[in-house]
């Protein structure tokens, strides 16, 4: 069974930077794009980015590029996403996401396995 783990949420104040982390056990890592959703209190869950399985593809809302940067080791069974500059409207839970077919879309429907997500609270 495939599981993911996220940390590194908190609370933190408009520009300031967080870290978020996966990390994915009970399957072949290296094999599955990755994602990251959020989802703020009240409004539906949007995409934030996604990785190929080499990690040499990225995708990002347009939102967050500029200030967003997904990452991988496959060494480590790990994603990442760097995140600076927030803002205060990007107060959500974050999520992680497995495709095991390796597309890496923006489209959470193509998402198999979802970890249980982590707080971030950004304050004005």
């Known amino acids: 069974q495939v599981q993911l783990a996220e940390s590194g949420g908190g609370s933190v104040q408009a520009g300031d930077s967080l870290r978020l982390s996966c990390v994915v056990s009970?399957?072949?890592?290296?094999?599955?794009?990755m994602a990251w959703f959020r989802q703020a209190p009240g409004k539906e869950r949007e995409f934030v980015a996604s990785i190929s399985r080499t990690g040499g593809t990225t995708k990002y809302a347009e939102s967050v590029k500029g200030r967003f940067s997904i990452s991988r080791d496959n060494g480590k069974n790990t994603a990442y996403l760097q995140m600076n500059s927030l803002k205060s409207d990007e107060t959500a839970v974050y999520y992680c996401?497995?495709?095991?077919w390796g597309g890496g879309t923006s489209d959470g429907r193509t998402y198999t396995y979802w970890g249980q997500g982590t707080q971030v609270t950004v304050s004005s």
């Open positions: 009970g399957g072949p890592f290296s094999l599955y794009a």
């Open positions: 996401a497995v495709d095991v």
